[in-house]
Each structure stands twice: as structure tokens, then as C-alpha cells.
């Protein structure tokens, strides 16, 4: 009784300390529990201490946890699980990909492991094999949010529009409110020629997200391509009051103050941009659209240096 009431007061202070945010001595009291466990309760500990390990960066710990799962119980699929989610932040694909196969194998239904195998097969530009594990995720859980949005992000990147907008409404019916599933419908829509219907996306996108800065930049060009180039401007300017630190919010303004005449403002923004991420420094150089501010002698002192 004293060893089941050792290992549950430790696990339950770890359980507190992690709560909390204080992980190193969430970790010391699981070490604790660890020496009073026997059986599963031994990979449950271990496991929550994997988990921990990877919170904080430390992937070799994690992946020691991990292995000593296996040891323990070679057919765990959550170690396996594990293991393919340590490899995934390192971007080691091809093991990530092993694991999350591993873990499936192990447990058909586990849709956390189609989610992120979904996931990674997606950022190494494998849309097929992406389109088709989050289907089987949205088979096993119908009411997961992200695996709708992020299938509806592949259908619009590939141009099944359609595709992309029946995800994106599934995706609202969970989450009326979410700030980039509206962002994403307006997208869609907008690539539809629903451009007024993406308008009111976007605004509603902004309402329930001010921080977000692709919305501002999505209906302010929507603007400029009407030729209202106040109204962008005004957009464009709202959406760097609430988000100052975006360069190519200032860029795009940069863009639009040009077609205004207003060379100075343009001017300012453009280097306000470069100061923010001199990635654009190139883009500003190259951009036939900013030629106007090019002859001004304060451009050729900052761009020219």
C-alpha cells in the first residue's frame, strides 16, 4: 500500500509541476514515481517524461524515454508515436514517416498518428499521400477541426476549389468563429469569383482575429484590383496598427502608396520593411511596380549604399 501511495503522490505532484508550466521539476518527481513502478505503470511514467523531454528541446532524452518504452513493451504505439514526433520536429522525414507507419500498424485507429503522417507527408510536397491520410483521419475522428482546414489548405494550393471549399464549410460547422477558417473560405471564394461573398470572409476573419495579418493583406488587394486604392490603404494601415512587426504589410502599403503618388510615404514604408526583414530588400530592388520612388535621391542613399 505505501509503494502505491508513493507512486501515485509523486505522479500527482508531477501532474501539478507540469500544470504550472515548471517542467524540470515535473520531470524530478516522475524520476521519483519511476522507482516505486511496476509493469505499465512503468511506460506510463516513462512516457510522460518523454513528453516533457520533447516540450523542452531535449531530443535525445526523449528518444531515450522512447526506446525504454520499447524495452519494456516492444508493441507500445505511442512510443513508436513518439519517436515519429521527435523525428518530424527534426526534419527527419523519413524516420518520422517509419514511425507514424509503425505506430498505425500497431493501432489501425490511432488518428493522431494519420494526422501528423498527413502532415509530414504534406510538407515534403507529397499532396496524394497527404490527401489521403487526413482522410482516413476525418474517417476515424469526423469532428477534427484541423484535419478539414488542412485538407481544404491542400485542395486550394492544388486547385480543387471545390474540394477545398466543402472542407472549409465542414470545418465552419465545427468552429463557426475560427478566425482561419474563415480566412480560408474567403480564399476559396475568392478564387471562385465570389470576390464581394470574400470580402465579408475576410472582415469576419479579422473581427475574430485582429492579429492575424494575411486578412488585411487579402482584402486590401482585393481593393487595389478595383482600383480603390484609399480604401486598401486604409485596410493595409488597420492591419499594421495591429500587427507593427509584419515587413510585408509595409511592402504591399509601399505598393499602394505608389499607385496614390504618395512617393514619400512608399518610400518609407519600403525601408520600414527592409528594417523589419531584409529579405525584401531584393523584392523592393526588383519590382517594377516601385520604380516611381526609384529616382529619389533618399532611395538611392538607403538601396544603393
Not at 153 to 180: C, G, R, V
Not at 230 to 235: E, R
Amino acid at each position: 500500500m505505501k509503494r502505491n501511495y508513493m507512486l501515485d503522490n509523486y505522479i500527482n505532484l508531477a501532474e501539478k509541476f507540469r500544470l504550472e508550466n515548471k517542467l524540470f521539476k515535473s520531470v524530478g518527481f516522475l524520476k521519483k514515481a519511476f522507482n516505486y513502478a511496476q509493469g505499465r505503470d512503468k511506460y506510463e511514467i516513462l512516457l510522460k517524461m518523454g513528453l516533457i523531454y520533447d516540450e523542452i528541446g531535449n531530443y535525445t532524452l526523449a528518444e531515450r524515454k522512447y526506446e525504454q518504452i520499447l524495452e519494456i513493451n516492444p508493441n507500445e504505439p505511442r512510443a513508436f508515436y513518439g519517436l515519429a514526433i521527435l523525428y518530424d520536429e527534426q526534419k527527419k522525414h523519413d524516420k518520422a514517416i517509419k514511425y507514424y507507419e509503425k505506430a498505425i500498424e500497431l493501432k489501425p485507429d490511432y488518428d493522431r498518428a494519420y494526422f501528423f503522417l498527413a502532415d509530414t507527408w504534406d510538407s515534403i510536397g507529397n499532396k496524394e499521400k497527404a490527401i489521403k491520410y487526413y482522410k482516413k483521419t476525418i474517417e476515424l475522428k469526423p469532428d477534427d477541426f484541423w484535419a478539414y482546414i488542412n485538407l481544404g489548405s491542400i485542395y486550394e494550393e492544388i486547385d480543387k476549389n471545390q474540394n477545398a471549399l466543402d472542407m472549409i464549410d465542414k470545418a465552419l460547422k465545427l468552429k463557426s468563429d475560427n478566425f482561419l477558417a474563415l480566412f480560408n473560405k474567403g480564399v476559396i471564394i475568392n478564387k471562385l469569383g465570389q470576390v464581394e461573398e470574400a470580402i465579408d470572409y475576410y472582415m469576419q476573419s479579422i473581427e475574430q482575429n485582429p492579429k492575424y495579418p494575411y486578412s488585411y493583406l487579402n482584402l486590401a488587394v482585393i481593393f487595389k484590383d478595383k482600383l480603390d486604392y484609399d480604401y486598401a490603404i486604409d485596410i493595409i494601415t488597420l492591419g499594421i496598427k495591429n500587427n507593427n512587426k509584419s515587413a510585408f504589410l509595409y511592402y504591399n502599403r509601399a505598393c499602394f502608396y505608389v499607385h496614390r503618388g504618395n512617393l514619400k510615404e512608399a518610400l518609407e514604408d519600403a525601408v520600414k520593411a527592409v528594417e523589419l526583414n531584409d529579405y525584401f530588400i531584393d523584392y523592393i530592388k526588383n519590382d517594377e511596380e516601385l520604380d516611381p520612388i526609384k529616382d529619389l535621391y533618399d532611395y538611392k542613399e538607403y538601396f544603393n549604399k
